[in-house]
């Protein structure tokens, strides 16, 4: 076992802090968050917070990025030096371009690119506390901010982690069980049609044990769509409501 | 971005004893204060000043003292310019802006010795207290070195020391203990641009693309000035600038009080 791993992992039929196995953590949503982005979104899960600002469609910079029949998807996904218990030093690494990729790529099919042809959008996600399923959040960020931009989308991608711990598959890990656990699984879906943009894992599990997982992620994915949704009608209608 | 519609906008209404958001010459915009919003760091604070927000975080490690100071702490502050805060910034190394922001708010908290770095030794020449003060903007709509070194002084002010296993010299990070940093002042940072010919407190986004000058002052309790800094092309007179740290000296009485 390595340093620093819990005994155990479910202790009275409850997990570490207090949740059910298929119990999220408290989320929480807020859309249009930095007035200087098109649009932009703060999400909350558990202590894993992050901010995401869209904008765009704009000019490529550089131009040759530019595309004649679709729109130029720029993604980077970043954590603040301080979000780590260990400070991470700033600036890309290995890590987060490679999350900046998957990122975009379950994002991308959700957009109608091709409407916005020798354009550029860029998602900018800051994550600034961390505590396990932070590519998730940011994904699940992402498209409420990409909505909040009004760009048009054919569905709002919802992302979750999932995985197994002490043998038990689990919903929405969180640190000790992603560090020390057997399995993680992060996924990502269009809600509508159930279609699978954001597929990751690593660790030890059978086909059955997968096939289990996906239903269990698939289902908290709706679950996370309705709070987009919800923050998406409640920033517009209080703009509504400003304007009376 | 610098347009000059914008600032003949901002000039005509200054000359007419007028800004756009109808604030007085030596007024700030709305301040607003979330202390330790960030679990993960060690001490943390968001300020909201008008529509620009920053996060500044502090985080501690232990590490080698410098030579030249071999039983003293080390500081080191570092501001990221991200994309997420303005279509100005680009992702990238820290540019020239970004350092100047970081050595402004460095020399504000290093200059007052509001630090006690000798308290932040744990074991001369080898084994001292690294102090990391990172500053985010997530929205720029101008003053980001107000609003940056005032969350940089509570996100101080608030900071726990983590454990620190000296039998295994190891950190724990997520450990804290109820050790605050040893501080001993408060240096507070007022920022004036001047536009033609006119002289503002705390520019707004839009005057800031109009200044021709801007002055930064950090005073600490006692009334004495412990940093400044002239920055863009423009220039200022040295009655000017006495004037300018009279009026800081006032300003920062009322900002002192917002410091918990």
Redesign the interface.
Known sequence: MKAGAPDKFIVKGKRLDGRKIDELRPIKIKAGV????DGSAYLEMG?T?V?V?V?GPREVIPRHLAMPDKAYLNC?Y?M????????NR???SRRSTEISKVMKDALSPAIFLEKYPKTKI?I?A?I????AGTRCAAITAASVALADAGIEMKDIVASIGVGKAGGKLMLDLFEPEDNFGEADVPIAIMPRTEEITLLQMDGDLSKDELKKLIAIGKKACKEIYKKQKQALKKKFETEKEAKK | MRTRTVKSHISALLSKNKREDNRKFDEFRNISIDVNPIPRAHGSCKVKLGETEVIVGVKLDVGEPFPDTPNEGVLIVNAELGPLASPEFESGPPRENAIELARVIDRGIRESKCIDFEKLCIKEKEKVWMLFIDVYPINDSGNLLDASALAAIIALKNALLPKYDKKEEKVLYKEFTKKKLPLTKTPIQCTYAKINGSIILDPSKREEDSLDSRLSISILESGNICAMQKGEVGTFTDKEILDLVEKAIKKSKDLRKLVK
């Open positions: 930095i007035k200087s982005a202590e917070t901010l600002a904008r980077v970043d603040m030096s301080f979000a780590t218990p260990e400070r700033p600036g890309p860029d900018y800051e600034t506390n961390a505590n």
